[in-house]
């Protein structure tokens, strides 16, 4: 795993995957920042109303978490999973630039553009609907950074799979590779997970996560 996140970074620092990296995080920094300016007083009187039936924190606490901590904290997982959709539409360049790069194997898959958002969508919905019920337990230290990590697992593991190899296997082989190698596909999810720890650097390393799964995928198709 350490010489796939070594060689992933290698190849992150490309010319052309630097490009890659920053159109979706700065493309979807600057739409949220304008939803957010125009919704930020009711955004906050949400958030604040949410955080009031919390136990034993009190509501002075609530509104000055909220103008900055939590603020900052919504604002950064919107912006991640914005990014995810975002690159689901200049995933096939990536992931063709590793291929041409390592593996050479021809491009004959089933996956699409449209499928690659569909999978995001799918994803970020349902990261969103299990944020917002376990959004209390954010509040408890250690256990929110696990819970954290495991949505962001959730988050990250079929849209990132289906990027990195979709475009390249049948549906047939897309599915056997997910099941035979279960567990090495989550411990990538895992350590994909925990790159978004960096603040808000995070959102810059998709790319990366994308190209460590595409050699992840790729290399199965190889053996």
């Known amino acids: 795993m350490f010489k796939l996140l070594i060689r992933s970074l290698k190849d992150a620092i490309h010319p052309k995957i630097i490009f890659y990296s920053f159109v979706p995080m700065i493309l979807s920094a600057l739409i949220l920042w304008g939803v ?3 919704f930020e007083d009711t955004l906050k009187d949400y958030i604040i109303s949410f955080a009031s039936y919390i136990p034993f924190i009190p509501e002075e606490w609530i509104a000055n978490i909220t103008e900055s901590f939590v603020g900052i904290f919504i604002f950064y997982q919107f912006w991640m999973m914005l990014a995810l959709i975002l690159v689901g539409v200049i995933s096939d360049q990536v992931v063709e630039f590793v291929n041409n790069r390592y593996y050479h194997i021809e491009k004959n898959g ?15 919905a349902l990261y969103m609907i299990l944020f917002i019920i376990t959004s209390p337990l954010l509040f408890v230290p250690i256990l929110n950074f696990i819970v954290q990590i495991m949505l962001w697992m959730v988050m990250l593991k079929a849209p990132m799979y289906y990027d990195s190899c979709a475009f390249y296997l049948s549906k047939e ?12 596909l989550k411990f990538v999810t895992f350590v994909s997970s925990l790159l978004f720890l960096i603040p808000f650097l995070g959102v810059l390393l998709y790319i990366v996560q ?3 799964f595409t050699h992840f995928s790729l290399s199965k198709v190889r053996k």
Not at 110 to 124: C, E, N, Q, R
């Open 210 to 212: 994308l190209i460590m």
């Open 173 to 184: 082989e897309f599915n056997a590779i997910k099941t035979k190698h279960k567990m090495e």
């Open 36 to 38: 957010f300016s125009a």
């Open 110 to 124: 089933f996956g699409s553009m449209v499928g690659s958002i569909v999978v995001a969508l799918k994803s970020t």
